[in-house]
């Protein structure tokens, strides 16, 4: 699917299927969703711009660059939040936002029930952290909040995503750039992923 990389690094598909498991327990899963995100967003930073910067050495002068733009990682709570630390450690200077948001019992559509961002997102990579893109109407009502605060660089860390959920995105932010382990089969009559890997935020928290 155009604009979806599936990362299929061995290590990922490994951590991966522990984490479909049913036998994992939240102690487990935490770490082991933790150490794929970090792998992750490896792959998911490639594209990230780069300015040049010269340095001196001890010895000399030398050609280096820099990160363009100041980084936000914005976790969807609650699930993102299980892929946040081990991404920090690897981009320890990015300001973090969260996104909490609850899905209407009558219309059915994702709505924020919590916000915490910076009031302009239009110099900064943005990576939204949205582990399970089941409907898309979540990592949609997402979207729209970080694009309302101006957003221009954005890409999505998700774990496990269905056809229907990229579809959907896709259907709205064409080119936006989304970085999965995996895409699954389908989502059953109550939004779930098939096979998926449960509850990302009961697996994570035992609740
Ligand atoms: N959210 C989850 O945590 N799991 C799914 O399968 C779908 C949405």
Redesign the pocket.
């Known amino acids: 699917m155009k604009g979806v990389t599936v990362i299929t690094h061995p290590l990922v598909r490994h951590n991966l299927t522990r984490l479909r498991d049913e036998r994992t327990g939240p102690q487990e899963f935490r770490r082991v969703l933790s150490e794929v995100a970090a792998l992750m967003v490896y792959e998911a930073t490639r594209s990230f711009a780069v300015a040049p910067l010269r340095v001196k050495t001890p010895l000399s002068r030398a050609a280096g660059h820099r990160l363009q733009r100041e980084v936000v990682l914005v976790p969807v709570l609650r ?1 993102g939040l299980g892929m946040l630390d081990s991404i920090l450690q690897l981009i320890p200077h990015a300001r973090v936002g969260f996104i909490g948001l609850k899905r209407e019992e009558t219309t059915l559509r994702a709505t924020s029930y919590h916000q915490s961002l910076p009031p302009n997102l239009k110099p900064f990579e943005v990576i939204l952290i949205e ?2 893109l ?1 409907t898309g109407g979540s990592a949609v009502a997402a979207l729209d909040l970080l694009a309302e605060l101006g957003a221009r660089h954005v890409r999505v860390v998700n774990l496990v995503a269905a056809p229907e959920g990229i579809r959907r995105v896709r259907a709205h932010y064409p080119k936006l750039p989304i970085f999965t382990a995996a895409v699954d089969r389908r989502l059953n009559r109550k ?3 098939l096979p ?6 009961d697996r994570l928290f035992g609740v």
């Open positions: 699930a582990p399970m089941a939004g779930y992923i998926g890997l449960g509850d990302a935020g």
